[in-house]
C-alpha cells in the first residue's frame, strides 16, 4: 500500500466513526445525510423566509428589540443547520441500530429543530419570550442528547448543550496539570 491509500483509508475510518456507520449501506448513511440536513435547512429557510417578526412602535421607542440579528447572506441558510451539533448527532442516531429508542431520539430531534425555526424565525424581543425561547430550545435539545446517549454515546455527547464545553475544560484542565508537573497555578 501506498501513503494515499493509507490516508485514504485512514479518512475512512474516521468518517466511519464520525457517523457512526459500521456496518451500514452507504445509502442507509447517505439518506440519514439527506433526510437530517435537508430537515434542518427546511425547517431553517421556512423560518427566515416565512415567519416575519412584527415590532410595535411602542417596542422600537423602548428599544425592547430581538437581542440577536437575522443571519444574511448566502451562508444565512446554511450555517445554523447544517454546522450544528444535533444534526450531526441525529446522523448518527439515524445509524444506530432500529429500535424504539431511536425512533423517540429522532422524534425529539425533529421537535427541537422545529422549535428552534419558529424562535428563528419569531425572533422574540421581550425578555420573557426570550426566556421561553431559550428553554423550550435547550430542553428539547437535551432531552434529544439524553435519548441519544442511550443508542450512542458519542451522540449524546455531541448534543449535549454543556458537554462540549465541559469536555473542553476538562481537557484544558489536564493538559494544564500535565505541563505544571502537578505544580499549583495558584
Do not use: Y
Not at 434529544?144 to 462540549?164: I, N, Q, V
Amino acid at each position: 500500500m501506498t501513503d494515499i491509500d493509507d490516508a485514504i483509508d485512514d479518512v475512512r475510518d474516521a468518517a466511519v466513526d464520525l457517523l457512526n456507520s459500521e456496518g451500514r449501506s452507504a445509502g442507509h448513511v447517505a439518506m440519514g445525510v439527506a433526510l437530517t440536513v435537508g430537515f434542518a435547512l427546511l425547517a431553517t429557510g421556512i423560518a427566515s423566509g416565512a415567519l416575519r417578526p412584527k415590532r410595535s412602535l411602542r417596542q422600537v421607542r423602548d428599544r425592547d428589540l430581538p437581542i440577536t440579528e437575522k443571519p444574511h447572506g448566502a451562508f444565512s441558510l446554511i450555517l445554523p443547520a447544517v454546522f450544528s451539533a444535533t444534526t450531526l448527532s441525529a446522523v448518527r442516531v439515524w445509524n444506530a441500530p432500529p429500535a424504539r429508542e431511536r425512533t423517540r431520539a429522532m422524534g425529539l430531534w425533529v421537535a427541537a429543530q422545529t422549535v428552534n425555526a419558529v424562535w428563528l424565525g419569531l425572533r422574540p424581543s421581550s425578555m420573557w419570550k426570550q426566556v421561553l425561547a431559550a428553554m423550550s430550545s435547550a430542553g428539547l435539545t437535551a432531552a434529544f442528547a439524553h435519548e441519544a446517549r442511550k443508542l450512542d454515546e458519542g451522540a449524546g455527547k455531541m448534543a449535549a448543550p454543556t458537554g462540549s464545553g465541559v469536555r473542553m475544560g476538562n481537557l484544558l484542565h489536564r493538559k494544564a496539570d500535565d505541563a505544571s508537573g502537578g505544580r499549583s497555578l495558584h
